[in-house]
């Protein structure tokens, strides 16, 4: 009898150990059925401050934690290794990023990893380098304008520069992916960045609100009634750019193949190689294209205005390193006023602020996952059906950084020996086969700006004083800066 008892004993626990899952840790505060969904919505109006928190528990927990919202796990990595085998084994986005649909579509973004391949090799060519040099006098021209504009404001106190600088993105994207003309541009200026910003807040409400995951629930909601309005104003003003576009090629019988980049000024439109793509190769359709063309516009003017935003904020605050940036452009451009291909590879200390400072102020701090099988790692076991959250703000301070990962130093950039050897600790621009795709683009508007604006101006600001908002990227929240027209300076 004792014997069985004992038999029995030994099974049921050789069977607990057998079977019990290789799980992270499981974040403190779990409650049954609904799980962490009301830390969520406690914090849902503090919620970057709340992660900042919760970031030292990760490193804490060797890099991992779980968490509950209602029946779904999430898992929480910050693991360099861990978030490079994630990354690249799956591809397909949580089911969180479709609260994305009906402001961008089916695009880079939000597609499933099957259909990404297949968007993403064919969209290559509209970011290769060539294209690229093609896009600056428009850049520079535009940069230019965006000088001109602030000069109207400086020496007049603190200024909001966020309007300012999303304009210049906003027109910026506009030209270049669509070759708007002005009064186009007007709309997309006063009606579609409006809607984009509207529609964000309430992608954030929705998230924060894990009731509101559920889309029978929020399809009941006065938010997804104006979400769907805002969706839809957006799409009457895409569409007939499109359909312009597309009778103009077809009038003059131009194909993307036409040698117009060889006209001094003149570009080729990310526009015209999707509708390329469409006439010649059938390969999209129009609900593609403009889901495509929101992407384009919508991202880059979210993250690159937000980017920004804030390496004006830290130059502000660090006089030593703008005017070291002023040295430098003027070492380069001499006496001229216009950025050429040759140029932005020679600004190096530019390039290495712009770096440092993503990596410290982190735009995108999350990206995610969806688990679609089983990954073994080294310690825990990452369940199909879950997501998978990355961490890119503990990324950008691990410990492989050195022990000034929470400084911020431009000059680590400046020697490519002292980097930490794993690519996968600095993600300003997503990690792995999903990483964005304007990345150069992006670069390249940044510097371009920055150049024009650092000549004309010095910036004062403080960044220790600001408070961050996390509306699908970090902003800040109202970014003040002094500016002060360098002709002036005794």
Known sequence: MYLLVLLVVLGVVYAYCWWKPRSPPTYPGQLPIIGHSHILFKHRNDIWVYFSKVVEYISENGGFFQFRVGPHIMYVVDDPESVGI????????????????????????????????????????????????????????????????????????????????????????????????????????????????????????????????????????????????????????????????????????????????????????????????????????????????NTFVAASYDTTSAALQTILLVLGSYPEIQERIYNEIQDVLKNRDRLTKHDITKLVYLDAVIKEVL???????????????????????????????????????????GPDAKQFKPERWLNPATLPTNPNVYAAFGIGKRMCIGKQYSMMSMKTSLVHILRKFRVSADISTLKWKYAVTLRAKAPLIDLTLRSQIN
Not at 88 to 97: H, R
Not at 279 to 292: G, K, N, P, T
Request: net charge positive; charged share 25%; hydrophobic share 40%.
């Open 359 to 401: 990596r410290m102020y982190n735009i995108v701090p999350l990206i995610a996952r969806k688990i679609d099988t089983d990954i073994v790692l080294p310690k825990y076991t990452l369940r199909a059906g879950s997501s998978c959250i990355m961490s890119i703000y503990g990324l950008h301070r691990h410990s492989s950084w």
């Open 86 to 293: 994630i990354a690249n084994t799956c591809l397909d986005k949580p089911y969180f990023y479709n609260f994305m649909d009906d402001l961008l579509g089916n695009g880079l973004i939000t597609l499933n990893g099957e259909m990404w391949k297949i968007h993403h090799k064919l969209l290559n060519p509209a970011f290769s380098q060539h294209v690229l040099n093609t896009y600056l006098n428009e850049m520079d021209a535009q940069a230019q304008n965006l000088v001109s504009q602030l000069t109207t404001v400086a020496k007049k106190g603190p200024v909001n520069i966020t309007e300012f600088l999303g304009q210049f993105v906003l027109r910026t994207v506009c030209r270049t992916s669509l070759r708007l003309e002005v009064k186009d541009q007007d709309m997309i200026d006063n009606e579609y960045a409006k809607a984009i910003e509207e529609i964000e807040a309430i992608i954030i409400r929705r998230v924060l609100n894990p009731i509101l995951h559920f889309p029978f629930l929020f399809k009941l909601t006065a938010m997804y009634k104006r979400q769907i309005k805002l969706s839809h104003n957006n799409k009457k003003l895409m569409d007939p750019i499109i359909h312009k576009r597309k009778s103009d090629l077809i009038a003059t019988k131009r194909t993307v193949n036409d040698n117009d980049d060889s006209v001094p000024g003149k570009f080729k439109p990310a526009l015209d190689l999707l509708l390329h793509l469409s006439d010649e190769q059938y390969v999209l359709s129009d609900d593609d294209i403009r889901a495509h063309l």
